[in-house]
C-alpha cells in the first residue's frame, strides 16, 4: 500500500533541511534547539497528520498518558454530536483512531506508529477524524471562534475549510485541536525577514508535548 515517498519519514537529522550552500542564521538556530526532524508529506493535510503522530510519539511509552489521550479521543464523539455531525458519519473514523491507539498501547513500537500512519487508508482517516474534531470544537464554541475566522459564516468555514481533506490549516484550526485534544503544541516558523525563528505555544502557558516546524506552509515533526 506504501506509495513512492512515505506520507511519514523516518527520523533524520535536522542538517538534512539546511540548503547547499552556507546554512543561514535561522537554521543555525534551529540546530542549537533541536537534533532531529521527521518530514511529512506535503498533501494539504500535514499539520493534522504531524500533530497526532508527534503526540502518540510523544506518549508511547507513558502508560498512563496514552491511556488518557485514548480516553479523550472516546469522549470526542460526544462533541461532534453536539456539533450536530450524524454517529454514522464518523464513527468509522473514530474507531480508526481508537484502533491506532490501542496497538501502540499493545506494541509500544516507534515502527508499529510509523506503520499504521503510512497505511494510505488509515492515515487519511486518522486525519479526517481530526479534522472533524477541530471542526465540531470551532462549531461548539462558536461565540468564541468566530471573532478570529475570516469567513463571515463559521459554519461555512468549517465546512470548506476544514473538514475537507487537503485544505490547509489556519491558526484558529490549530487552537481548537489543541483545545479539544487538551494538548501543546510547540511551533517553530522559519518564515518571517528576521534572523530568528518564531516560536508559538499553543495554548500559551502550558508545556508542549510535540514540536513542528513550519516553513512555506508545511508542517514537519522536531525533536529537541
Given at each position: 500500500q506504501m506509495e513512492a515517498g512515505s506520507i511519514v519519514e523516518c527520523r533524520e537529522d535536522i542538517s538534512s533541511l539546511f540548503p547547499e550552500q552556507?546554512?543561514?542564521a535561522k537554521h543555525k538556530d534551529l540546530s542549537s534547539q533541536f537534533s532531529s526532524v521527521r518530514q511529512v508529506r506535503g498533501d494539504g493535510n500535514c499539520f493534522y497528520r504531524a500533530v497526532c503522530f508527534a503526540h502518540l510519539e510523544s506518549v508511547?511509552?507513558?502508560a498512563r498518558s496514552l491511556q488518557r489521550f485514548k480516553d479523550k479521543i472516546i469522549q470526542s464523539g460526544n462533541v461532534l454530536s453536539s456539533a450536530g455531525f450524524d454517529e454514522s458519519f464518523f464513527k468509522h473514523h473514530l474507531s480508526t483512531l481508537v484502533d491506532v491507539v490501542e496497538r501502540c498501547q499493545t506494541d509500544e513500537q516507534e515502527n508499529t506508529l510509523l506503520r499504521l500512519f503510512n497505511e494510505?487508508?488509515?492515515?487519511?482517516?486518522?486525519?479526517?477524524?481530526?479534522?472533524l474534531l477541530t471542526s465540531a470544537?470551532?462549531?461548539n464554541h462558536a461565540d468564541f471562534f468566530c471573532n478570529f475566522v475570516e469567513s463571515p459564516d463559521l459554519h461555512a468555514y468549517c465546512h470548506q475549510e476544514v473538514e475537507a481533506m487537503a485544505m490547509e490549516c489556519d491558526h484558529v484550526d490549530i487552537?481548537?485541536?489543541a483545545q479539544a485534544l487538551d494538548i501543546c503544541i510547540h511551533i517553530v516558523s522559519m518564515e518571517g525577514d528576521e534572523e530568528k525563528l518564531a516560536h508559538h505555544i499553543i495554548?500559551?502557558?502550558?508545556?508542549?508535548?510535540?514540536?513542528?516546524?513550519?516553513k512555506t506552509s508545511h508542517y514537519n515533526i522536531l525533536y529537541p
Open positions: 552556507t546554512p543561514g508511547l511509552h507513558n494510505h487508508k488509515t492515515s487519511d482517516s486518522v486525519v479526517q477524524y481530526l479534522r470544537h470551532l462549531r487552537l481548537a485541536l495554548p500559551e502557558g502550558a508545556e508542549p508535548s510535540l514540536h513542528l516546524l513550519y
